[in-house]
């Protein structure tokens, strides 16, 4: 039997806007400012959808829970000063409109921090577009576990199997598809292979070419 496609949820940084230069430069400085130097092999890292507490693990190692958060918010304050020509991926706003003119419902479950995604949703004015917005400060296990689609999922009020996810991070992908949803993975050439191996139905560079019926496809 074939679902009916109600909703759709959404990854942050790299699928809904392009932030990821403004991140790594942000994390780059961060770093740079506790004394740790980071190559841009290193700094990929940043990029793989984890968790901020995560990232500041991996690079600077056990500290305690006081000093995460001071370092988060410094962190999110360098953030802030690069995020000036931080914009919606290419195609974003029609296809929203494309898809709320079908009467689909949006979701946001990301690994990033409250503050930070609200801050951005606000400056773009994309808040009112998403009835929910899941976040890592909402969730204790970051992805690949799948704990922030499947909230994001019981607060929308829907069935996994009925939401279609948009990705751009191996562990993003393998998020979703372990919270039972069909995921969409957002990459250029180079990245596709990555993303279709972790387990994305289809990827595509930006939102340009999609449409409800290509979604609705997928559930066939």
Not at 63 to 84: M, N, V
Not at 146 to 174: C, N, T
Request: aromatic fraction near 8%; charge should be negative.
């Amino acid at each position: 039997m074939n679902l009916v496609l109600r909703g759709v949820v959404f990854d942050f940084d790299g699928v809904i806007v392009d932030s990821h230069p403004a991140h790594k430069r942000a994390w780059k400085t961060f770093l740079e400012s506790v004394g740790r130097t980071v190559s841009e092999e290193q700094l990929q890292f940043v990029l793989a959808g984890r968790k901020r507490d995560d990232i500041l693990r991996h690079f600077l190692g056990e500290i305690d829970a006081d000093l995460i958060t001071e370092y988060g918010h410094r962190k999110e304050q360098f953030f802030r000063d690069e995020a000036g020509d931080v914009r919606t991926i290419n195609g974003l706003p029609s296809f929203l409109k494309d898809l709320e003119d079908e009467q689909l419902i949006f979701g946001i479950a990301s690994s990033g921090s409250r503050s930070r995604i609200d801050f951005l949703l606000e400056r773009l004015d994309l808040k009112k577009r998403f009835r929910v917005v899941i976040t890592g400060d909402e969730v204790v296990q970051g992805k690949p576990d799948p704990a922030v689609f499947l909230r994001a999922a019981q607060d929308l009020g829907v069935e996994p199997s009925a939401l279609i996810a948009f990705e751009d991070a191996v562990s993003g992908v393998k998020a979703a598809r372990s919270a039972g949803m069909k995921c969409i993975g957002i990459a250029q050439p180079e990245r596709v292979s990555i993303l279709l191996d972790a387990g994305a139905n289809r990827v595509v560079p930006d939102f340009r070419s999609l449409s409800y019926s290509k979604l609705q496809e997928l559930l066939v």
